[in-house]
């Protein structure tokens, strides 16, 4: 072994994709783990839905579970573990807010856990945020691929945001599944007896129901706002373009594809293939980038930087853990403490990926 | 210049030596997180520990290989010795906290099985710290049944080991003797059902219960006479509604409450309208202790098997 340790030579991080070649990992990674991710999920999750259900029954620790779904919660919930190692073991990312990383988890976390009100409200402003965090990551892609063709960080940023929050907004407000989004929101005000106080009817009953019943105007108003959004999009784009600005297939390419996978299972496939193949996708991408851009610093935690096969190992460990979280947060996790801890994790995901991923002060 | 050679080799000496003790520290930490990985699967997705002894036994598993990975790695780690042992200490402290928790999560649920006691006039259930009066001319079946199960690999012919999640038990009957017996006419009867259950406070539980009520109005000929609602009996929160099948006059008062992480369903059924105030006495004869725990002060339990 110290024959290894002798001969091994110099250890050097991978080298970047060039950067006129405008991808983040490489041509492969790139197509495979970002880009065509969703097509990737789409792939995956339609074999699983055209089987029968009682293929994917299995039996873990004598209750029966429908595997599609214990993979994709499992899977999400990784995910958003995964955030702490960006944000946590990156000494470099963790330095600059101490306070964001250490006294606001540790406060929700005790919130939620002694207040189950507070833990209902939590885990539905979770709900929602979701939907914009995710929205959110497509953006934070695109802004990437535009860098990597050396476009000021600014140009079409607010643009930019738009569309991802329409391509992903859009379909959930006017989809077919807007109602099962509305009753998820609502199960986790369960906590709240409608009873006893008219703000608890407000928010249980009356504005579900409001929003359930004028559904139509809310997708008449999606399509009347998106439609011509579009339209000034491409043409802002091309005036900028004339203008110097480098155009990015591969951002092109992320918002046709995310668009075309979002307004398909949203609006014509069940709720359950829509939140399985945009949760698949949406996490894939995450695992991709941070595997990538910590890869690193993954080697350290784990410590495997002293073997040939490091970076490998590395991912293993931290693919191996996150999936070991998501398996007892979704299986397990039935407890006031658990619950906050998987709450917790959510909100600070949601929250940290928007300040950890700076474009413009050069974190990735 | 001499001096200068052996000072700048001794350095050299050493950093070697620290690089191998360190590469083989590398390797027992993975060998480490193997096992814990190992361990932590074979918890989860093996085959359902039989026994509470065979359960202990995998949870120290899981826990030996989470001492060597954690362990290892911060005693590998660039911190001061003092850091070092209170992060130690921290991470052993929750890993034996959520170790006693699981275990004692397996073991009420093997414990809820055990068959009841009559003590001094009165129907125990050890295990989950409950009790009730056993009423005058009454008789008891004691042995626990699983009625609902989703397991596929139950064996009805031997007393399950333990109620699972998804299953339901009925942990009692108590059927009264008639003093007057009518053919044909059941005799009154107290049922004590459990299932796990978990709810976030007195009103989700209420919730819950609203929709095993709406469920008995879809029993043709059903009407309901008390609608759910909060009742506190001797001390104890219970939730309670009441039906009536209208033709055989069939009452049926079904009782809730929460004991650690189940739920009791106390089913209190007659066609005879003199027993209702019966259930009433019964009601308040309930004693509900808190569930034993490992982690409770000063007792502690005595394993069930």
Not at chain 1, 55 to 73: C, E, G, N, P
Not at chain 1, 318 to 339: I, R
Not at chain 2, 273 to 294: G, M, N, Q, T, V
Request: glycine share 6%; aromatic share 14%.
């Amino acid at each position: 072994m110290s024959t290894t340790l002798d001969t091994a030579p110099p250890r050097t991080s991978p080298p970047p994709p060039s950067a006129n070649s405008g991808y983040i990992i490489g041509p492969v990674a790139d197509w495979v783990l970002i880009i065509g991710s969703p097509i990737v999920a789409l792939l995956i999750a339609c074999p699983l839905y055209i089987l029968p259900e009682t293929t994917f029954h299995v039996s873990i620790q004598s209750k029966t579970i429908d595997a599609r779904q214990l993979l994709i919660v499992s899977f999400i919930n990784a995910h958003l573990f995964l955030v702490y190692f960006r944000s946590h073991a990156n000494q470099n990312i963790f330095r600059l807010y101490p306070l964001r990383f250490l006294a606001v988890p540790l406060c929700t976390f005790l919130l939620g856990w002694a207040s189950p009100a507070a833990l209902g409200i939590m885990g539905l402003v979770a709900v929602w945020w979701d939907v914009y965090h995710s929205s959110l990551q497509t953006f934070g892609f695109g802004r990437i691929y535009d860098s990597k063709k050396k476009n000021d960080a600014a140009l079409g940023r607010s643009l930019d945001y738009w569309m991802n929050l329409l391509v992903y907004l859009g379909p959930v407000l006017a989809g077919a599944h807007f109602v099962d989004h509305l009753d998820q929101g609502t199960r986790r005000l369960g906590f709240l007896s409608k009873e006893e106080s008219p703000w608890n009817d407000l928010f249980v009953q009356q504005t579900p129901d409001f929003l359930k019943t004028h559904q139509f105007y809310l997708a008449a108003a999606v399509l009347a706002v998106g439609v011509p959004f579009v339209l000034y999009y491409l043409y802002a784009y091309y005036r900028m373009s004339q203008q110097g600005y480098q155009v990015s297939w591969q951002k092109v390419w992320l918002l046709i594809i995310t668009s075309v996978v979002s307004i398909y299972c949203w609006g014509f496939r069940s709720f359950f293939d829509a939140f399985w193949v945009m949760n698949f996708f949406h996490a894939l991408q995450y695992f991709a980038i941070v595997a990538f851009a910590e890869q690193k610093n993954l080697k350290q935690v784990f410590r495997v930087d002293q073997f040939s096969m490091g970076g490998v190992l590395a991912v293993i460990w931290v693919v191996s853990f996150c999936m070991l979280y998501g398996f007892w947060s979704s299986t397990f996790a039935s407890q006031n403490w658990s619950s906050s801890l998987v709450v917790t994790t959510s909100l600070m995901h949601f929250w940290y990926d928007g300040f950890i991923w700076s474009v413009k002060k050069k974190q990735v | 210049m001499e001096t200068s050679t052996k000072q700048s080799v001794a350095p050299v000496a050493t950093n070697r030596s620290n690089d191998v003790r360190g590469y083989w520290l590398d390797v027992a930490i993975q060998m480490g997180f193997v096992w814990f990985l190992a361990a932590s699967t074979w918890y989860v997705l093996g085959p359902d520990a039989q026994s509470i002894s065979e359960h202990r036994q995998r949870l120290i598993l899981v826990g030996l290989g989470y001492a060597m990975a954690v362990g290892l790695w911060i005693m590998g780690s660039r911190q001061s010795p003092i850091t070092k042992m209170v992060w130690l200490s921290i991470l052993f402290s929750i890993a034996l906290l959520a170790g006693l928790n699981f275990a004692w999560e397996f073991e009420i649920s093997a414990r809820i099985m055990e068959p009841a006691q009559v003590k001094q006039g009165r129907v125990v259930h050890e295990g989950i710290g409950l009790s009730y009066a056993m009423l005058p001319d009454s008789r008891g079946d004691l042995l626990p049944v699983i009625t609902r199960s989703y397991s596929p690999d139950t064996d009805k012919s031997k007393l399950p080991t333990r109620l699972q999640e998804g299953e339901m038990a009925i942990l009692s009957q108590i059927m009264l003797t008639p003093k007057s017996p009518q053919p044909g006419r059941m005799p009154s009867s107290i049922t004590v059902k459990a299932q796990h259950y978990w709810a976030r406070n007195l009103n989700a539980f209420i919730r819950d219960i609203r929709q095993h009520e709406a469920k008995k109005l879809t029993i043709p000929n059903s009407r309901i006479i008390q609608q759910t609602h909060h009742s506190n009996i001797a001390g104890i929160d219970l939730v309670e509604f009441e039906y009536e099948i209208v033709p055989q006059h069939f009452f049926s008062r079904q009782v809730y409450l929460r004991a650690g992480p189940f739920m009791l369903n106390f089913m209190l059924d007659t066609v005879n309208e003199a027993d209702r105030r019966l259930f009433d006495e019964f009601l308040k004869s309930i004693r509900l202790d808190p569930i034993p725990s490992y982690l409770s002060w000063p007792t502690n339990p005595a394993p069930a098997k």
